[in-house]
């Protein structure tokens, strides 16, 4: 897009061959040989054959003269003497060696030179004037016999020179040309200074045109000499200095055409800054191979009649697809002084650009408007700049849009653009750049290009690029601000795209369907890496990496960590989430549900509706899920489709607030108590917070659609409810919940300790206690014990699978409606009671009757207080009725009557009594002991060895007294070896 700018390259490599022509060359290698004297032309003066100037021959009727101060061969065919040491010559021919191995050679039909001593001074050439400069081939010196290249060739009517004031001038047409220029002006005015060997000023008067080869500018230009090239030359052939700077100015109505009309350039003058290489010598032509005759048999004769008649002058073919250059003033060329150039430039290189009020090009579909438009050999660069305050440079382009910058530029080789200064892209309306909408920065944007042609996707041909300083970036579906914006190409249809500093990213899909739509995505970083697949139309992000505190932010929802990363699929709802990571100082809300998560790791699988949040293995640093009054804790937490199944893997803790009466709640209708809030039917129960803690070793999992939870491994719970609290222990623990709403995934959200646990199953070394503290009244407690523990809230049942205890503790006041039927009295049961309970086999419990029935072997012992002895019952089955024992509600926790069966023993003191059956009335401290069919009741004590033996018989605690219901046939008597307690 950017090749027309070798128009000012071009001006100026057409011009190199008039700059060298008059710039002093190497030392010239003259012919070798002795020579005669010979007669000299009148006013002309015989010199010594050593002497570098002398004349080697001269004659009217032809000869030559080599002028060793100019370095120069002149020859002519005829000679005619005039007063005052003027000659009038015909086909005057002179030579002299030029830079890089290159002869400049002056021929023409006459001449008259003014020689008032022994070397011509000034003088003219008139007629057919051509002034041709040619090198050998492969850059080295022309040798007699082998052909030449043509660099440039100069056609005129008339040129005068001066060789002291080393000046060379015409004020007739000019027209230079060469293989890839051909130039037309009028009025040409050189001034050498060979002292300084420097030119001082080349100026044209008047330029009607110059036509290019732009496809072989670059060629033209002269090579070095082969010494320079592959340092095998003399040490005086190695370029040592920096050579002469010259200016030239081409002024007044610049207009280019580019290959035809591929480009079209406007503006108001041209200026090229060019700096000559300054060798210290060698590689200059070896004259001594030329003819004397001016035959040089390795050329195209200069002397041919059709090229001094002007047939077939130009070198440079009409083609249609020449570029050409018109103007209306001067071409100028002076020396530059260093410090008033507008560009560095290098031995044998050349800077130039175009000026204008805006200089303009339009090529390809593109339009630039500029302060000046330029080029530069040494890099091969192009560029575009402003040279006014507030007129920046402005790129337009049908495809791309709008650029707007201070500068821009483009280097050919590298294939690198760049954008300098605050600026501003715009895209094209419609267009299909991977629906980007425009582009700014405050300080540049860079890239670079392949080689190959543009590819079928957004991409096209761009490698690398880069947007720096306060970048801001619109696309229909976001917006992205950051200090700096990097991309780079992966391979064919992939990239990478960082953004670093102060990164802040939105994004949300643009769709016509209302279903589709989402809510737009957040982005807060230090720094993001963006991997991108092109295709035609769009680019697609495949993989995002932000890191720095990033914060990703959706609606309510937000994620933090020091890295985030996600792999993104496009559906049709646009580019949605595979996979999101989120690394170090993690923490996440779900402003919807109320859910915090705090963590060192996070993984979310949106496809699979899972999300894996990890934390340390020590408990101070274990990740952390927070739902209202909730916290659940592990060292690697799983999340299942919003919460349907939660799990912890490892070790974990599970915390839940139940909230009682809070004068701050807000007003919520009590879905038990139409017409009053919440808040007012706990202030009226009194319903104090409720505290539930979990902990666990081996892992937990909640499926919140079948209402399950299973944690394992050292299993222990807490609850604290007011006075009242609990826990349970074991390997394993099962528990069946009511169906929680899908925003209740912490499961205990209820207004009880047992509310909402609809079965509970307790198993490995199983222990499950309840009770309550009372200062006053004194402490309850319950405890169950065995291999497997379980509870159905439904039909208020427990049991214990397998041998265990049950270990009570309670105060025993009670009330009763009816008489002692021994003596009349009410009982009260104000002192504590305590007792213990166990059995082999199993145990099942009615907590709303507080009835319970142990088989395998059961012992139980009671007792009231230390003053009173204890109770010892055994039996093979037993079933004991307590009150106050329902977890949550365990007011009194007082054993209240047992019936035992089978093998029974009752023990007090020293007191043993066994029977097939018992029942004893706790509140009436009484026990009535029963014998099956065939069998009796017997007692004995250490004490008294007298036995007893009966039917049926009621023993009265309080008293120690036993009254026979129904008596056995015999009496028999038992000794003090059948007292023993199994």
Same mark, same amino acid.
């Given at each position: 897009?950017?090749?027309?700018?070798?128009?000012?390259?071009?001006?100026?490599?057409?011009?190199?061959?008039?700059?060298?022509?008059?710039?002093?060359?190497?030392?010239?290698?003259?012919?070798?040989?002795?020579?005669?004297?010979?007669?000299?032309?009148?006013?002309?003066?015989?010199?010594?054959?050593?002497?570098?100037?002398?004349?080697?021959?001269?004659?009217?009727?032809?000869?030559?003269?080599?002028?060793?101060?100019?370095?120069?061969?002149?020859?002519?065919?005829?000679?005619?003497?005039?007063?005052?040491? $003027?000659?009038?010559?015909?086909?005057?021919?002179?030579?002299?060696?030029?830079?890089?191995?290159?002869?400049?050679?002056?021929?023409?039909?006459?001449?008259?030179?003014?020689?008032?001593?022994?070397?011509?001074?000034?003088?003219?050439?008139?007629?057919?004037?051509?002034?041709?400069?040619?090198?050998?081939?492969?850059?080295?010196?022309?040798?007699?016999?082998?052909?030449?290249?043509?660099?440039?060739?100069?056609?005129?009517?008339?040129?005068?020179?001066?060789?002291?004031?080393?000046?060379?001038?015409?004020?007739?047409?000019?027209?230079?040309?060469?293989?890839?220029?051909?130039?037309?002006?009028?009025?040409?005015?050189?001034?050498?200074?060979?002292?300084?060997?420097?030119?001082?000023?080349?100026?044209?008067?008047?330029?009607?045109?110059?036509?290019?080869?732009?496809?072989?500018?670059?060629?033209?230009?002269?090579?070095?000499?082969?010494?320079?090239?592959?340092?095998?030359?003399?040490?005086?052939?190695?370029?040592?200095?920096?050579?002469?700077?010259?200016?030239?100015?081409?002024?007044?109505?610049?207009?280019?055409?580019?290959? %035809?009309?591929?480009?079209?350039?406007?503006?108001?003058?041209?200026?090229?800054?060019?700096?000559?290489?300054?060798?210290?010598?060698?590689?200059?032509?070896?004259?001594?191979?030329?003819?004397?005759?001016?035959?040089?048999?390795?050329?195209?004769?200069?002397?041919?009649?059709?090229?001094?008649?002007?047939?077939?002058?130009?070198?440079?073919?009409?083609?249609?697809?020449?570029?050409?250059?018109?103007?209306?003033?001067?071409?100028?060329?002076?020396?530059?002084?260093?410090?008033? $150039?507008?560009?560095?430039?290098?031995?044998?290189?050349?800077?130039?650009?175009?000026?204008?009020?805006?200089?303009?090009?339009?090529?390809?579909? $593109?339009?630039?408007?500029?302060?000046?438009?330029?080029?530069?050999?040494?890099?091969?660069?192009?560029?575009?700049?402003?040279?006014?305050?507030?007129?920046?440079?402005?790129?337009?382009?049908?495809?791309?849009?709008?650029?707007?910058?201070?500068?821009?530029?483009?280097?050919?080789?590298?294939?690198?653009?760049?954008?300098? &200064?605050?600026?501003?892209?715009?895209?094209?309306?419609?267009?299909?750049?991977?629906?980007?909408?425009?582009?700014?920065?405050?300080?540049?944007?860079?890239?670079?290009?392949?080689?190959?042609?543009?590819?079928?996707?957004?991409?096209?041909?761009?490698?690398?690029?880069?947007?720096?300083?306060?970048?801001?970036?619109?696309?229909?579906?976001?917006?992205?601000?950051?200090?700096?914006?990097?991309?780079?190409?992966?391979?064919?249809?992939?990239?990478?795209?960082?953004?670093?500093?102060?990164?802040?990213?939105?994004?949300?899909?643009?769709?016509?369907?209302?279903?589709?739509?989402?809510?737009?995505?957040?982005?807060?970083?230090?720094?993001?890496?963006?991997?991108?697949?092109?295709?035609?139309?769009?680019?697609?992000?495949?993989?995002?990496?932000?890191?720095?505190?990033?914060?990703?932010?959706?609606?309510?929802?937000?994620?933090?960590?020091?890295?985030?990363?996600?792999?993104?699929?496009?559906?049709?709802?646009?580019?949605?989430?595979?996979?999101?990571?989120?690394?170090?100082?993690?923490?996440?809300?779900?402003?919807?549900?109320?859910?915090?998560?705090?963590?060192?790791?996070?993984?979310?699988?949106?496809?699979?509706?899972?999300?894996?949040?990890?934390?340390?293995?020590?408990?101070?640093?274990?990740?952390?899920?927070?739902?209202?009054?909730?916290?659940?804790?592990?060292?690697?937490?799983?999340?299942?489709?919003?919460?349907?199944?939660?799990?912890?893997?490892?070790?974990?803790?599970?915390?839940?607030?139940?909230?009682?009466?809070?004068?701050?709640?807000?007003?919520?209708?009590?879905?038990?108590?139409?017409?009053?809030?919440?808040?007012?039917?706990?202030?009226?129960?009194?319903?104090?917070?409720?505290?539930?803690?979990?902990?666990?070793?081996? &892992?937990?999992?909640?499926?919140?659609?079948?209402?399950?939870?299973?944690?394992?491994?050292?299993?222990?719970?807490?609850?604290?409810?007011?006075?009242?609290?609990?826990?349970?222990?074991?390997?394993?623990?099962?528990?069946?919940?009511?169906?929680?709403?899908?925003?209740?995934?912490?499961?205990?959200?209820?207004?009880?300790?047992?509310?909402?646990?609809?079965?509970?199953?307790?198993?490995?070394?199983?222990?499950?206690?309840?009770?309550?503290?009372?200062?006053?009244?004194?402490?309850?407690?319950?405890?169950?014990?065995?291999?497997?523990?379980?509870?159905?809230?439904?039909?208020?049942?427990?049991?214990?699978?397998?041998?265990?205890?049950?270990?009570?503790?309670?105060?025993?006041?009670?009330?009763?409606?009816?008489?002692?039927?021994?003596?009349?009295?009410?009982?009260?049961?104000?002192?504590?009671?305590?007792?213990?309970?166990?059995?082999?086999?199993?145990?099942?419990?009615?907590?709303?009757? %507080?009835?319970?029935?142990?088989?395998?072997?059961?012992?139980?012992?009671?007792?009231?207080?230390?003053?009173?002895?204890?109770?010892?019952?055994?039996?093979?089955?037993?079933?004991?009725?307590?009150?106050?024992?329902?977890?949550?509600?365990?007011?009194?926790?007082?054993?209240?009557?047992?019936?035992?069966?089978?093998?029974?023993?009752?023990?007090?003191?020293?007191?043993?009594?066994?029977?097939?059956?018992?029942?004893?009335?706790?509140?009436?401290?009484?026990?009535?002991?029963?014998?099956?069919?065939?069998?009796?009741?017997?007692?004995?004590?250490?004490?008294?060895?007298?036995?007893?033996?009966?039917?049926?018989?009621?023993?009265?605690?309080?008293?120690?007294?036993?009254?026979?219901?129904?008596?056995?046939?015999?009496?028999?008597?038992?000794?003090?070896?059948?007292?023993?307690?199994?």
């Amino acid at each position: 897009m950017l090749r027309w700018l070798t128009i000012g390259g071009a001006t100026a490599v057409a011009l190199v061959f008039l700059v060298l022509a008059f710039q002093g060359g190497p030392e010239i290698v003259e012919p070798e040989g002795p020579s005669e004297p010979v007669a000299l032309p009148q006013g002309w003066q015989q010199q010594e054959a050593t002497d570098p100037g002398s004349l080697r021959e001269a004659t009217l009727e032809g000869g030559s003269i080599f002028l060793a101060e100019q370095k120069t061969w002149v020859t002519w065919s005829s000679m005619r003497p005039e007063p005052d040491g $003027v000659f009038d010559i015909d086909r005057p021919r002179a030579r002299t060696a030029v830079g890089d191995g290159a002869v400049l050679e002056i021929v023409a039909d006459s001449g008259r030179f003014l020689v008032p001593d022994r070397q011509p001074r000034s003088g003219s050439f008139r007629g057919n004037v051509l002034i041709n400069l040619y090198r050998g081939r492969n850059g080295l010196p022309p040798r007699y016999g082998e052909d030449v290249d043509v660099i440039g060739r100069a056609y005129l009517d008339e040129v005068r020179f001066d060789l002291e004031l080393g000046m060379l001038e015409t004020s007739g047409p000019l027209h230079m040309t060469g293989p890839m220029f051909d130039f037309r002006g009028e009025g040409l005015l050189v001034r050498f200074n060979q002292r300084a060997n420097r030119l001082e000023e080349l100026r044209v008067d008047r330029g009607e045109g110059l036509r290019l080869k732009l496809d072989g500018v670059a060629s033209t230009a002269p090579d070095r000499p082969r010494a320079e090239r592959d340092g095998t030359g003399p040490e005086d052939a190695v370029q040592t200095t920096d050579g002469q700077l010259y200016a030239m100015l081409v002024d007044g109505g610049i207009r280019g055409l580019v290959r %035809g009309d591929e480009a079209v350039l406007t503006g108001e003058r041209i200026e090229v800054l060019y700096r000559t290489r300054g060798d210290g010598g060698g590689g200059g032509a070896d004259l001594a191979t030329l003819d004397r005759d001016g035959t040089d048999s390795g050329t195209e004769s200069s002397t041919d009649a059709s090229v001094v008649a002007g047939a077939g002058r130009s070198l440079c073919p009409i083609a249609a697809d020449d570029t050409i250059v018109t103007w209306t003033g001067a071409l100028v060329v002076r020396p530059a002084q260093e410090e008033a $150039v507008f560009a560095r430039v290098p031995a044998g290189q050349l800077v130039g650009r175009l000026v204008g009020a805006p200089s303009t090009l339009i090529a390809d579909s $593109v339009e630039v408007l500029a302060g000046a438009i330029g080029f530069s050999s040494e890099r091969t660069e192009l560029w575009a700049e402003s040279l006014v305050e507030n007129e920046p440079v402005r790129l337009t382009s049908g495809d791309a849009g709008v650029v707007i910058a201070q500068r821009m530029s483009y280097t050919i080789p590298a294939r690198e653009a760049a954008f300098v &200064g605050p600026g501003v892209w715009e895209a094209a309306e419609g267009s299909a750049r991977g629906g980007a909408k425009d582009l700014v920065w405050s300080d540049a944007m860079r890239f670079r290009l392949s080689d190959a042609s543009g590819k079928n996707h957004v991409l096209g041909r761009v490698l690398e690029a880069e947007v720096r300083g306060a970048v801001s970036a619109t696309h229909v579906d976001g917006h992205l601000e950051a200090e700096r914006l990097s991309l780079v190409r992966l391979d064919d249809a992939s990239a990478a795209v960082l953004a670093e500093g102060g990164l802040i990213g939105s994004y949300a899909p643009q769709t016509e369907d209302a279903a589709l739509r989402s809510e737009p995505v957040r982005l807060v970083s230090e720094s993001a890496e963006l991997m991108l697949q092109a295709f035609e139309d769009r680019l697609d992000p495949t993989r995002l990496r932000a890191r720095g505190d990033a914060k990703l932010v959706q609606g309510r929802t937000m994620v933090s960590g020091e890295t985030l990363t996600g792999e993104l699929v496009r559906e049709e709802a646009g580019m949605v989430l595979e996979r999101f990571t989120a690394l170090d100082e993690v923490s996440a809300r779900d402003g919807t549900r109320g859910v915090d998560l705090t963590g060192d790791r996070l993984e979310i699988l949106p496809a699979a509706g899972e999300a894996r949040l990890f934390g340390g293995f020590d408990r101070d640093q274990w990740a952390t899920v927070q739902q209202a009054q909730s916290a659940l804790h592990g060292s690697e937490i799983v999340v299942v489709n919003a919460g349907d199944v939660v799990s912890v893997e490892g070790a974990g803790r599970v915390e839940h607030l139940i909230p009682g009466f809070d004068p701050d709640a807000e007003p919520v209708a009590d879905p038990l108590l139409p017409g009053l809030e919440v808040r007012d039917r706990r202030e009226m129960l009194n319903i104090p917070d409720t505290l539930i803690e979990i902990d666990w070793l081996g &892992g937990m999992t909640f499926n919140r659609p079948s209402g399950w939870a299973r944690a394992t491994g050292g299993v222990r719970g807490t609850y604290v409810k007011g006075s009242e609290s609990g826990r349970a222990s074991g390997q394993e623990l099962r528990v069946e919940l009511d169906r929680q709403p899908r925003q209740g995934t912490m499961a205990f959200a209820l207004e009880g300790a047992d509310a909402g646990v609809r079965a509970l199953l307790l198993s490995g070394d199983a222990e499950l206690a309840w009770g309550r503290e009372d200062a006053e009244a004194g402490d309850t407690s319950v405890t169950l014990n065995g291999p497997s523990i379980a509870y159905d809230r439904p039909s208020a049942e427990a049991a214990v699978l397998g041998a265990g205890w049950l270990l009570y503790e309670g105060r025993g006041e009670v009330m009763l409606t009816g008489q002692s039927e021994a003596t009349g009295m009410i009982p009260t049961g104000d002192g504590p009671q305590k007792g213990f309970m166990q059995w082999h086999e199993v145990l099942t419990m009615d907590l709303s009757t %507080g009835r319970a029935t142990a088989s395998g072997g059961v012992e139980m012992i009671y007792e009231t207080d230390e003053n009173e002895p204890s109770v010892y019952l055994d039996a093979e089955r037993a079933t004991a009725v307590f009150e106050g024992v329902t977890p949550g509600d365990a007011a009194q926790a007082r054993l209240v009557s047992v019936e035992a069966l089978e093998r029974v023993q009752v023990v007090r003191e020293d007191r043993l009594i066994t029977a097939d059956g018992l029942k004893f009335d706790v509140v009436q401290s009484m026990v009535e002991l029963w014998a099956d069919d065939g069998g009796l009741v017997r007692q004995a004590s250490e004490q008294d060895i007298t036995g007893l033996a009966a039917r049926r018989v009621r023993w009265y605690l309080d008293r120690d007294e036993i009254d026979i219901l129904r008596p056995a046939p015999v009496v028999v008597p038992m000794g003090n070896e059948r007292f023993q307690r199994r």
